[in-house]
């Protein structure tokens, strides 16, 4: 048997992994997968336990997988998801990609999940991760930062200066197999990364690319061909779609883990957005290229007036004055002169030059593609300004993605959505019939037996003018109780950090707070110190995985309703109509809080506190059964003095365990 992870194998040779050749036969029992399941999980170290919801979604995603079906199935927390839809595919030896919205997952799908599977079904699978190219150093424009002197280099970099950072990359750059960014710690800043590495709408390829013998993108996407299951992420798959399904090699399956985030995730990759930066980007480009010292320059100007037209408009949707348009039709002829005058250089092949003019051409058709999108955008796009005020982005974000996927997904795949926490109204935003059922199989925890499900009903609404110092006072009392071991989760940066301003002044346990701290090192941290308190916003509110005495409380200050004004979730609430609440208000907090309320128990003997600070849960008729039936079975109450206590008992235990 040969289990190959094909990550791991990218030497500096970067030799292509052919997967091997196997003859598998077809499914012919509707239990095979089941018994398959059975032999896996027996074989898991300890001795697995195979649970019956795990059971029941792989015979789902069987069936699916054979009659090339799409599966909606809600599995909860601890029900073995990733080896529930692993076995059938492999079984089945169907190429499959696993589309996830964690890197945690991801790793756990590559390094053990699909090994695994594969050694309980003695099969030879291959498996690789695929990131899109910005993610890996591109050693091309690394060897042209290099021979670049003075002032062209400090273009290069944005305007900033090299520093003992460049030096340690150059070393990295020598001795990485991947190229990889996530390897380095820290990261580098934003500026000297983008100045080493290439995004889709610039790359040549690796034919036109003087390094592109030894490019770490190319190498993992010839990795990926030859592999049998793909492991990537959501937004790398919408960019597959977007782009008409050039960037994956051809499959019979895929998989959408969490796939509560799609369509939010498919929406921006599947839109298009345009920004001073972006245009800025370009003309530092051609500079270098370029003799007609006008063009960049016209390209700078264009740049001064999208910035100029969006900058009081961030954070709404875009009024398309007669001044923005006429930014965008100049930008667009901008654009397209910079492009014939690009067409014209004469640069010798495979030369620094030769890449840097193929790279600007790239770049200028996709901008102009761009600007003919944002120009000609109908009713189905909403428009609007998102960023800063000093780089302001005008985004064009589809209401509706079903289309692309009717072309593009539905037709002759088999489709596996699943996640602990499935919306109702996934199926219409994803342009399924409303009539598609959702599978649910629970959770194997005995949750009422692990812990408790707390409503705060005696704090003031939320958006009275005492509620935040409120909520602070009796996050206090809860930590207190906890011993520390709590994460607490914010609707809000501005209100997590006006908790952290005063939990460090009232209690006696570490504060951590986002935005202090690279999220890996919070979380290190964290597990590190078990009388620590991690305060966080919402992308902590999934994804995060701290089992054990580590985290006996979650708190969370508010019900996660989107805000009133976010330009997306409006124009989604106009479309809607009377029904905006139910379609598109609270099926969002309900996949929020329940995620959020997953965070603490995460295996069998995983116990605490689950705290909503906000009273509508318990005061609100006409939607709190929806959210409290949307979270996990814990056993209910309202009375801080039994939460109090139980705290307690766990803080003790704990700590005469350790």
């Known amino acids: 048997m040969n289990i190959k992870n094909l990550r791991t194998q990218q030497g500096a040779q970067f030799p292509t992994v052919t997967a091997p050749a196997r003859v598998l036969p077809k499914l012919t029992i509707v239990s095979r997968a089941r018994d398959q399941l059975v032999r896996i999980t027996q074989q898991l170290p300890g001795g697995g336990e195979t649970r019956p919801g795990q059971l029941t979604m792989t015979e789902k995603v069987e069936a699916a997988v054979k009659n090339e079906d799409t599966l909606l199935i809600e599995a909860g927390t601890g029900t073995g998801k990733s080896l529930a839809y692993l076995t059938p595919i492999i079984g089945a030896g169907k190429r499959a990609v696993v589309a996830t919205a964690t890197i945690a997952l991801q790793g756990q799908l590559v390094d053990h999940d699909v090994p695994r599977v594969a050694e309980g079904l003695e099969r030879d699978v291959s498996v690789a991760m695929l990131k899109g190219r910005g993610n890996y150093l591109c050693k091309q424009r690394l060897l042209e930062l290099d021979r670049a002197k003075g002032e062209e280099q400090l273009q290069l970099l944005g305007g900033r200066l090299p520093s003992e950072q460049l030096a340690s990359l150059r070393a990295w750059a020598a001795s990485t197999q991947t190229g990889d960014r996530e390897e380095l710690d820290p990261a580098p800043p934003h500026e000297m990364w983008r100045a080493v590495s290439v ?11 003087p390094s592109g013998a030894e ?3 190319e190498a993992a996407r010839n990795i990926a061909r030859e592999a049998d299951i793909i492991v990537t992420n959501h937004h790398y798959y919408g960019l597959n779609l977007a782009t008409d399904g050039v960037l994956l090699p051809e499959h019979e399956v895929v998989v959408f883990d969490e796939a509560h985030n799609l369509p939010e995730v498919l929406g921006a990759t599947c839109g298009v957005e345009m920004s001073g930066g972006r245009v800025r980007a370009l003309a530092r480009r051609v500079r270098g290229v370029l003799t007609d010292d006008e063009l960049p320059l016209l390209l700078d100007r264009t740049a001064i007036e999208l910035d100029n037209q969006l900058r009081d408009g961030t954070g709404q949707v875009a009024e398309m004055s007669a001044d923005l348009v006429a930014a965008l039709v100049a930008g667009r002829d901008r654009a397209d002169r910079v492009l014939a005058a690009l067409r014209k250089v004469n640069a010798k092949e495979d030369t620094d030059a030769a890449a840097r003019v193929e790279r600007a051409m790239i770049s200028s058709t996709s901008l102009i593609g761009d600007f003919d999108s944002l120009i000609e955008a109908d009713d189905n796009s909403v428009l609007w300004v998102d960023g800063s005020e000093n780089n302001p982005v005008l ?7 079903g289309a692309i996927l009717d072309e593009f997904l539905w037709p002759d795949k088999a489709v596996i959505l699943t996640s602990a926490t499935l919306p109702s109204g996934l199926a219409p935003q994803l342009g399924l019939p409303t009539s598609t059922d959702i ?4 959770s194997p925890f005995d949750y009422p037996e692990l812990g408790m499900l707390y409503c705060a009903t005696h704090l003031p609404p939320p958006n009275a003018s005492t509620a935040r110092a409120a909520v602070a006072e009796e996050m206090a009392t809860l930590i ?4 520390g071991r709590t994460l607490g989760l914010f609707t809000s940066a501005s209100a997590m950090r006006e908790a952290a301003e005063t939990l460090r002044e009232t209690i006696d346990f570490p504060v951590l707070v986002q935005g202090e701290n690279s999220r890996a090192a919070l979380i290190e941290a964290f597990k590190d110190d078990p009388e620590s308190v991690l305060l966080a916003t919402l992308s902590f509110w999934q994804g995060v995985d701290l089992p054990g005495d580590t985290l006996t409380l979650v708190t969370v200050d508010r019900i996660p309703f989107p805000r009133p004004d976010e330009p997306v979730t409006q124009a989604r609430r106009d479309r809607a109509g009377r029904h905006a609440f139910s379609q598109v208000d609270l099926p969002r907090a309900q996949i929020l809080l329940a995620q959020a309320a997953g965070r603490l128990v995460r295996r069998f003997d995983d116990r605490g ?5 906000d009273q509508r849960l318990n005061t609100k008729k006409s939607y709190r059964w929806e959210l409290i039936n949307a979270l996990p079975p814990l056993a209910r109450t309202k009375d801080q003095a039994e939460v109090i206590e139980f705290l ?10 350790q």
């Open 199 to 209: 995004g889709p709408d610039e790359c040549p390829g690796a034919a036109k690319c």
């Open 215 to 217: 490019c770490f993108s």
């Open 395 to 401: 985004k064009a974000t589809p209401l509706e993605v």
């Open 439 to 442: 599978t649910r199989v629970g």
């Open 480 to 483: 207190n109780a906890a011993g």
């Open 609 to 613: 506190v689950v705290a909503i600070l």
């Open 648 to 657: 307690q008992r766990l803080n003790t235990e704990a700590a005469a365990a």
